[in-house]
């Protein structure tokens, strides 16, 4: 009867959780700017169930993930308030954490209820830098947690406790593998382990499902325009190559700020008569020494659909080229070299001249043969 | 000895020297620089002299030019440099100090007798390169020997076109890795004579104690043959690769019907209508050629180089996600692209610290840093992997491997400043470039993501694995901040499955089998079976369809459309 009483006292609790109609959104970390303080809108948009890790008690909580939206209605986040059983050799602790994640599925950040701790060997509560590494790992959506059993994650030999500082150790049964080691809260590894599987599992899917029923011209149009690189992969996706146009100047910022393979879609799917105005093609060939090699690779490959006075710009950077770069310049001057005015022809003697450019020779080969 | 006197001048090629000293013969790139050459891999201590002997026709006073090469050009002092003594005097010219392959002036020397000793001379024991040594008594450089140095070299050494030995064989193998060597036991036990010609001097390829990378995959059904070559799963790099390289030379080398070519390297295969007629392999210190003669070829090279001579269709890069259909939701560009691409997963250099009970100093290296930044590093791992979308992984491979030394070498010098690492030094690092995919032979059936996902059961399924599809990337695609040397791996886990035959002979040259990384599949569809066991299992495989060949006197795909359920019964006696 006592037991029962619990039970049930405890799944009050979990339904309370759940049932809240607006629940105070604080996280504790958060990698968007501040899209938690616009919400004005929550409503209760599909279930998950995340299943106990431990096999000693094989137990299935359903969660609800709610959909955050401002007060225009226009949706932000995903929000789930998730209540699991951190298990170690058949010892459980109850761990509460109040995710989000964006409009993607993607997990942005998490907060924490300050009588709910979470615990790790011993069940020591976590501390202040143990939640900021917990937050990274989470963010890292290809952990080595990932494709690991639990079971991998330990050591194979057993280690004394008695032998090793007890900050090292994950549970009872062994240490855990050093490429783990780093990634996770020392001596979290089980909470860790749950929790990044719960954020990073089924639930995902069931976002990304419920984005597809909800898309829309303005849904990708905010994403074109957040300043997140993952919003900005996705809108650019979406983006049929006769709307780049309408976009230039926001394709253009993204081009300057993102990362080195957005930069490589945007220039392998730009269409040629955008690429080829002379405002863009020097906005994007200005870019040139300040980009990584692979983009300057392809910004030299796209050289034949930019606007001609790409050739010229080009040749002021051409100690920022690799040899293989050189070279494709190059050759492409010398299969269009209506396209070599007088500005690059000067710029190319001035680098051929210079000694301490490691690659002159080749241009004098170039002019030789030209 | 490698060279040939005419008249006042000879040509001496570095790699043919008697006594190397503590030089190494590095044949990786003779494609693209045209020679193997002898290099000073001393990880920092310069090595102890190469050595050799060379008659002269003619006394007198010789001009001396040799080969090499400023492997980092900058604003720091060259890397690998050494100098040249000519009996037992030093030539005051520094040499590895100009950039890119090219003939430096070194001096002039008198020579008072026929017999005449050389020396190379090692600086920095940071991979100084000499290519060739030439003498002569006039005192320009002959015009061609920079203009047409392949057409100039053959001339000077006295090379006909034909080689000048001839062998046959009912199967030749080329590439000794796990693929070339399933390839040659499993055609050897069944009675065929087979050659195996390998550019090293021990078996193994990437799992070699020379690359060190464990064997990885399942056995499927020739757990026998594969357990003759496989490695323990020890870590990457570990010196316990030597044990398992000892295991498999002496099985291979049991085989009273393989003949070994070890230290040849292929240089050309031809065809005639679309049938292969000869592969010649070279000496890589001699300069020796072999022609070797055969009904049926393997090219388990890894890169392709027989079928690509022999004009085989192939493909490299990245095929568009709609090509087979391999768009992952999951990892989008990172996996298949929109758009075809020539990026590739990159090649690694494996390196392995020793810890010691006494403080060991590793200098600062300005030409290392500028690559390993802030890096700091003991050991490496397959994660230190390199490829970028300017270098080719055939074409560029000396510019990869030597990107990756910098990384190690830069990498090593920072974490040697720090306390805890004072008693460490360098006790290995690889000088081969352990590649993962380069080109990739077409055949009547091209391996894809599809065939994974869906288990597809072949009728003529002979390799099969369950290992996850794991395609690689580089950390600095989605942070800049990371070293342009690391590597990230995505995966996708599946349950068993299979390769077909088809996938295991080239679709335009009648008569060539393929097996390992070059076999025929997509850039995703190399993700899974690209580990050793799985190449392993090719290469036995087509090693038993070349017996079915012999006996029916077929072509390889004859054997999938006349002799399949044969070929597939003789697969299951195997284990």
């Not at chain 1, 790790?120 to 937050?135: I, P, Q, R, S, V």
């Not at chain 1, 230039?248 to 945007?266: E, G, H, P, R, W």
């Not at chain 2, 001339?155 to 080329?174: A, N, S």
Request: hydrophobic share 35%; charged share 25%.
């Amino acid at each position: 009867m006592y037991k029962l009483l619990t039970f049930i006292i405890m799944l009050l609790i979990i339904m309370g959780f759940q049932d809240q109609n607006k629940p105070d959104y604080n996280p504790m970390f958060f990698s968007m700017t501040n899209e938690w303080k616009e919400i004005a809108l929550d409503e209760p948009v599909f279930e998950f169930v995340v299943k106990s890790l431990d096999t000693t008690y094989d137990t299935q909580i359903k969660h609800q993930v709610r959909l955050l939206s401002n007060s225009e209605g226009a949706p932000r986040l995903f929000f789930s308030n998730i209540e699991t059983s951190v298990c170690a050799d058949g010892e459980c602790k109850l761990a509460n954490i109040k995710v989000y994640w964006n409009l993607l599925g993607n997990y942005v950040g998490y907060g924490m209820s300050p009588e709910l701790p979470l615990t790790k060997f011993e069940h020591d509560h976590f501390e202040k830098e143990d939640y900021a590494k917990l937050h990274q790992l989470l963010l890292d959506d290809n952990s080595i947690l990932k494709r690991r059993k639990m079971s991998d994650l330990i050591d194979q030999v057993p280690v004394s406790p008695s032998n090793i500082d007890s900050k090292d150790l994950d549970g009872i049964s062994g240490a855990t593998i050093t490429e783990v080691k780093e990634s996770v809260v020392k001596g979290g590894l089980y909470s860790c382990y749950t929790l990044w599987h719960i954020i990073h599992g089924e639930v995902q899917e069931k976002m990304k499902r419920y984005l597809e029923s909800i898309t829309s011209d303005t849904l990708n149009h905010y994403f074109l325009y957040t300043p997140y690189k993952d919003y900005q992969m996705y809108a650019l996706k979406q983006l049929q190559k006769t709307e780049f146009k309408k976009h230039s100047i926001q394709i253009i910022n993204i081009f300057k700020t993102t990362d080195a393979l957005t930069k490589a879609y945007i220039l392998k799917k730009i269409p040629s008569d955008v690429l080829s105005e002379q405002s863009i093609t020097e906005q994007f060939y200005n870019e040139f020494p300040l980009v990584d090699i692979n983009s300057r690779t392809l910004l030299i490959h796209r050289l034949k659909s930019a606007n001609p006075n790409a050739t010229e710009i080009l040749s002021k950077y051409l100690d920022s080229m690799t040899r293989n770069q050189l070279r494709l310049y190059l050759k492409y001057l010398s299969d269009n070299p209506e396209h070599l005015n007088n500005t690059s022809k000067t710029n190319l003697i001035k680098a051929s001249e210079n000694k301490r450019f490691t690659y002159g020779f080749l241009i004098k080969v170039f002019f030789k043969n030209y | 000895m490698y060279f040939i006197g005419i008249a006042q001048d000879i040509l001496v090629e570095a790699e043919s020297f008697i006594d190397k000293g503590g030089w190494v013969v590095d044949p990786q790139f003779v494609e693209q620089m045209g020679s193997p050459y002898l290099m000073a891999h001393g990880m920092g201590v310069p090595v102890a002299n190469a050595v050799t002997k060379v008659n002269f026709n003619k006394k007198g006073k010789y001009h001396v030019w040799a080969r090499s090469k400023n492997w980092v050009p900058g604003n720091w002092d060259a890397p690998g440099q050494f100098k040249i003594a000519v009996n037992g005097k030093t030539l005051k010219t520094t040499l590895g100090v100009t950039s890119g392959w090219t003939w430096d002036y070194v001096g002039k020397v008198n020579i008072n007798s026929t017999d005449v000793e050389i020396q190379l001379s090692d600086l920095t024991g940071f991979n100084g390169r000499c290519d060739a040594i030439y003498f002569s008594q006039s005192q320009k450089l002959p015009t061609e020997a920079e203009t047409n140095l392949a057409s100039w070299r053959k001339t000077k050494l006295g090379e006909t076109t034909i080689p000048e030995q001839q062998k046959e064989y009912d199967l030749v193998i080329t590439g000794g890795g796990l693929a070339g060597c399933a390839a040659a036991i499993s055609a050897a036990e069944q009675g065929l004579n087979v050659a195996l010609i390998h550019d090293r001097p021990v078996l193994g390829g990437n799992a070699s104690e020379e690359v060190r990378v464990h064997t990885l995959g399942i056995y499927g059904k020739f757990e026998r043959i594969l357990k003759m070559i496989d490695t323990k799963h020890y870590p990457n790099g570990s010196y316990k690769a030597k044990y398992d390289q000892e295991k498999r030379d002496r099985n291979v080398k049991s085989f009273k019907n393989i003949d070994l070519f070890l230290n040849w390297r292929a240089y050309d295969a031809k065809s005639e209508n679309n049938s292969i007629k000869y592969v010649d392999a070279r000496n890589t210190s001699t300069g020796e050629r072999i022609r070797f003669t055969a009904p049926r070829f393997v090219d388990s090279t890894g890169d392709g180089w027989i079928g690509f001579w022999a004009g085989a269709e192939f493909s490299y890069g990245r095929e568009s996600s709609s090509k087979y259909g391999e768009a992952s939701d999951e990892w989008g560009e990172l996996w298949s692209p929109e758009e075809p691409d020539d990026i590739v997963m990159g090649s690694s250099v494996l390196w392995q610290n020793e810890k010691t009970n006494e403080a060991h100093k590793f200098p600062e290296l300005a030409w290392a840093k500028d690559i390993a930044k802030e890096h700091k590093a003991i050991a490496g791992e397959w994660y230190w992997e390199f490829s970028r979308n300017d270098l080719h992984q055939i074409h560029d491979a000396e510019e990869i491997r030597d990107h990756m030394l910098r990384a190690i070498y830069g990498s090593f010098a920072n974490a040697k400043k720090v306390e805890k690492n004072k008693n460490y030094k360098l006790q290995w690092v690889s000088y081969l470039v352990g590649k993962r995919e380069s080109r990739r032979l077409l055949g009547d059936h091209v391996y894809n993501f599809n065939d994974v996902k869906n288990h597809t059961k072949f009728k003529d399924a002979v390799v099969e694995e369950s290992r996850a599809i794991d395609v690689h990337y580089q950390r600095n695609l989605k942070d800049s901040e990371e070293p342009d040397f690391l590597s990230e791996a995505l995966f996708y886990k599946t349950e068993k499955y299979y390769i077909p035959y088809r996938s295991l002979y080239s679709k335009n040259i009648t008569n060539l089998f393929m097996a390992g990384r070059n076999f025929s599949c997509s850039h995703i569809g190399l993700g899974g079976p690209r580990v050793m066991l799985t190449t392993g299992q090719m290469g036995a495989a087509v090693g038993l369809a070349a017996v079915i060949c012999k006996k029916y006197d077929v072509n390889p795909r004859e054997v999938y459309t006349k002799h399949l359920e044969e070929y597939l019964n003789l697969i299951e006696k195997q284990q």
